[in-house]
């Protein structure tokens, strides 16, 4: 019974995994309401920016923040319908529950721009924006996906380099703003061309957490193909050297058959 309790604590961390399988109603339900919940986080992103940002209206960002809490409520809803405890799936989901009352609040508070504490809120809702794509998106990160990971790659520095074209006024087109992402996401830093204005330097730091996990997977990945390959021929040689073994020891026994059917 202990080692049981401690199992589901373990499933049940930060709301990202089931106690339990989802029967395959619920899992067609949370498949089919997958893309529609990412592209809803994703679309919080220039939401973001433009709380963060005077010079645009706030009411379009608010209008983003509660389609996204709509959209991940009746997610939870259609899925929940389909599931024996509703209770229980909503308490293994803590993370979905908690960042639809974050974009909520995130709605509601007073813009970005004007205080600091609606800026923690919203940089807090951001996180949990990321953590939660990231895990939508681990079907994507296995061994051998080097084109999905590849792909996701020239993805996310795309978008990157699109934000700081848009945020840093110093990059003065997309190849300064694509330049940008790929140093300041691969941790490099040169310099010549650096985040200045307040919404430059937030966007860096998701720049970072995000660039640096992708590209990090990639080489992973490719060094994860090279050790396959260098375990492959390893396996090869001991098989060819276990064959050789046995068709050596089948010589020796037909040469013994045969010395002692002369006897």
């Not at 202990?2 to 589901?8: C, D, I, Y």
């Not at 380099?161 to 040169?190: C, K, M, N, S």
């Amino acid at each position: 019974m202990p080692h049981r309790k401690a199992s589901l604590l373990n499933t049940r961390s930060w709301g990202l995994a089931r106690p339990s399988p989802l029967n395959p109603a619920a899992a067609r339900t949370e498949r089919a309401w997958r893309w529609p919940v990412l592209i809803a986080l994703f679309a919080t992103i220039p939401a973001f920016y433009i709380e963060l940002l005077e010079n645009l209206p706030t009411p379009l960002a608010q209008a983003i923040y509660f389609a996204a809490a709509a959209i991940m409520c009746t997610s939870l809803w259609r899925v929940g319908r389909h599931v024996s405890h509703p209770r229980q799936y909503l308490r293994s989901n803590g993370l979905d529950v908690l960042l639809v009352l974050g974009l909520l609040t995130a709605a509601l508070i007073a813009p970005s721009a004007h205080s600091n504490l609606a800026l923690a809120v919203r940089l807090f809702v951001s996180m949990l924006t990321l953590v939660r794509m990231v895990w939508a998106l681990k079907s994507w990160v296995t061994r051998g996906g080097l084109g999905y990971l590849l792909t996701l790659a020239l993805l996310v520095l795309g978008f990157c380099g699109v934000g700081f074209w848009a945020l840093e006024p110093r990059a003065h087109d997309l190849g300064d703003g694509l330049w940008l992402a790929f140093t300041t996401a691969a941790t490099v830093g040169y310099g010549d061309i650096v985040p200045t204005t307040p919404a430059a330097k937030i966007f860096a730091v998701f720049v970072v957490l995000l660039g640096y996990a992708v590209l990090s997977l990639v080489t992973a990945a490719i060094a994860a193909m090279w050790v396959e390959s260098s375990e492959r021929h390893m396996e090869q040689d001991i098989l060819r050297d276990m064959h050789a073994q046995l068709r050596t020891v089948h010589e020796e026994l037909a040469a013994l058959r045969e010395e002692l059917a002369k006897k």
